[in-house]
């Protein structure tokens, strides 16, 4: 099942982003934006869609089926508001801003629009984010999760919101969260999968597998001369899953007919050459790309081991060997 989850993550094109705040509701609108996001009015599903998963995709769905010749759309937040209130928090994130676009775009979303999580939102009364806020959107049908609250300290939930709704013409439903094994499926739930090295729970209830995505940069090349060259991310805002060596498969958003390449990555501090930060290191089987400056898609798939500290180069080379043949050993089964 897992090839037919990995893919390049890239923005539909017909697929528009908006970024839009509080400061524009007494600004002219861009025609632009008007033609996408008011002349036929939007159906949104709205929400931080943190890792768009199986849940948010459901409902993703409803906006997208709604038809009555709205524009299915999705309405987010940027930033995540739990890095407003808590900046210094360590890496949380389930998907990096680009490919968050570019899942919500292939759940069927046309027209996207990020609001600014700033001081003007967060003391934005729940009767004014219906009031003002939804109808300056052009948004005529909304859709959000049972458990879905808004405005200043959360005033507001879906019962206020389908009330009030309607005084300004927007039908707001409030949908069924999804559950697997009597759990709901969350972003949460699947930040407890990651944490224990669960990649096979994680891609469950993500629908695909974990993605950790940036652009390649140069490292100190040490992998090319043991033989195993590797291409080096920094991991960012992103949740970083335990330390260690895991099978990976990798795509190129620039390059979408690239085959799906496999390998194997490390994510740790490299403790035998004293490194100071955490980044991704992959080897990736038998590809000779140039992939500098490139924006990859690296898809953790089995955990293999925790990272370590090797005596010498001789041993650290032995065990990337010994890797290298479990992960072809893994991608050999799911293929």
């Known amino acids: 099942m897992l090839p037919e989850m990995i893919r390049p993550l890239r923005l539909a094109t017909d697929c528009h982003v908006i970024d839009w705040s509080i400061s524009q509701l007494s600004e002219q609108i861009s025609d632009k934006e008007s033609a996408i996001a008011r002349a036929d009015g939007l159906v949104a599903a709205i929400g931080n869609f943190d890792g768009v998963h199986c849940g948010h995709k459901k409902l993703i769905d409803k906006a997208v089926s709604h038809g009555g010749g709205l524009v299915p759309s999705v309405i987010t937040f940027q930033p995540h508001p739990r890095r407003y209130f808590k900046p210094d928090l360590p890496g949380f994130e389930l998907v990096d801003n680009l490919d968050k676009m570019a899942l919500l775009s292939d759940a069927g979303a046309r027209c996207i629009i990020r609001l600014q999580f700033d001081d003007a939102m967060r003391q934005t009364t729940a009767t004014d984010f219906v009031s003002r806020i939804l109808p300056a959107l052009g948004v005529r049908a909304l859709y959000a999760g049972t458990d879905f609250a808004f405005g200043n300290q959360r005033g507001g939930g879906m019962a206020m919101m389908q009330e009030q709704g ?3 013409g927007i039908d707001a439903q409030a949908v069924e969260l999804v559950s697997s094994h009597d759990e709901i499926i969350s972003s949460s739930r699947i930040r407890a999968a990651i944490a224990r090295a669960d990649m096979a729970e994680a891609a469950q209830y993500l ?3 974990y993605v950790i995505s940036g652009i390649v940069a140069h490292g100190e090349k040490r992998g090319r001369t043991i033989g195993f060259p590797t291409a080096n991310l920094l991991l960012g805002d992103y949740l970083v899953p335990p330390l260690g060596v895991y099978a990976i498969s990798a795509t190129l958003p620039d390059a979408p007919h690239q085959p799906i390449m496999h390998g194997v990555a490390n994510i740790g501090m490299r403790p035998t050459v004293d490194g100071e930060m955490v980044r991704l290191e992959a080897n990736l089987f038998d590809i000779d790309l140039d992939l500098y400056d490139r924006r990859i898609n690296v898809y953790c798939l ?9 005596e010498n180069f001789d041993k ?6 010994q890797d ?3 992960a072809k050993s893994f991608h050999a089964k799911q293929n």
């Open 316 to 321: 650290l080379r032995h065990q990337i060997a």
């Open 166 to 168: 309607r005084e300004y």
């Open 207 to 209: 629908g695909r597998p």
């Open 302 to 310: 089995d955990f293999i081991r925790p990272e370590q500290k090797f």
């Open 324 to 326: 290298v043949e479990t």
